[in-house]
């Protein structure tokens, strides 16, 4: 089936080191799904960080980036600096047909000064 | 930036009883979805609706559940009657398209249901 597997947290690292947080899907359903990474902030709702809709490209933003890897089916997200404030739950997720969404389960991020 | 406001943040209910869920969508956006997320699971799509219809629905959207937005007023999930294993946090999202290629969901914070 569909499914999405990330690094299992809590994931803590200190202010401006570098970051990775890992992500493998499994796409059965099909080809070529397009990726997110989301994020929630302490109280807020989940929101959009990036996505990128094409194998081999990369996305960025805020500082983030991850790159969509077809042949290892990876997305992993990238920092090179975090910040306090990068302090959330970050998921990466695939698009199946009509915005379906498949998440991981979720990673926890704790910076700390 | 924009926001999804959902009612309750928590709901406390007995078993057989039926609750509503409240999701007030961004306000020119016309696809609206549900998922469902049980305590240390991932989060997982319900359904989707646009113009007045159900697009998509999962095998978790048992017959139970219904969604509808009357008037272009809250988008509603209703669980009626209720059961244990609906326990969960319900998240709302609203796109202002729909389609495989943007993404651009925007989410609530989520009702949190609890059926005793």
């Known amino acids: 089936g569909d499914s999405v597997t990330q690094t299992e947290g809590p994931v803590t690292v200190s202010e401006s080191e570098s970051l990775i947080i890992n992500c493998t899907y499994s796409?059965?359903?099909?080809?070529?799904?397009?990726l997110f990474w989301y994020v929630r902030y302490p109280g807020e709702g989940l929101q959009l960080l990036l996505k990128?809709?094409?194998?081999?490209q990369k996305g960025s933003s805020r500082g983030f980036e991850a790159t969509y890897n077809k042949e290892t089916t990876s997305f992993h997200l990238q920092k090179a600096s975090v910040q306090e404030s990068d302090s959330a739950v970050y998921y990466c997720?695939?698009?199946?047909?009509?915005?379906?969404?498949?998440f991981g389960q979720g990673t926890i991020l704790k910076v700390y000064l | 930036g924009p926001k999804v406001l959902q009612i309750p943040s928590h709901q406390i209910i007995d078993m057989g009883q039926m609750v509503t869920l409240n999701c007030d969508p961004v306000?020119?956006?016309?696809?609206f979805y549900w998922y469902k997320q049980i305590l240390g699971q991932q989060m997982e799509f319900l359904v989707n609706?646009?113009?007045?219809?159900?697009?998509?629905k999962s095998k978790l959207f048992k017959d139970q559940f219904s969604v509808e937005r009357p008037d272009g007023s809250y988008f509603t999930l209703k669980i009626q009657p209720t059961a244990l294993e609906d326990s969960a946090v319900y998240f709302c999202?609203?796109?202002?398209?729909?389609?495989?290629?943007?993404?651009?969901?925007?989410f609530g914070e989520g009702s949190k249901l609890t059926v005793l």
């Open positions: 999202a609203s796109s202002l398209y729909g389609g495989q290629d943007t993404g651009q969901l925007y």
């Open positions: 796409a059965t359903s099909i080809a070529y799904p397009n």
């Open positions: 990128v809709i094409t194998a081999g």
């Open positions: 997720a695939l698009a199946l047909s009509g915005q379906k969404l498949v």
């Open positions: 306000s020119n956006h016309l696809y």
């Open positions: 609706f646009y113009n007045g219809k159900v697009m998509e």
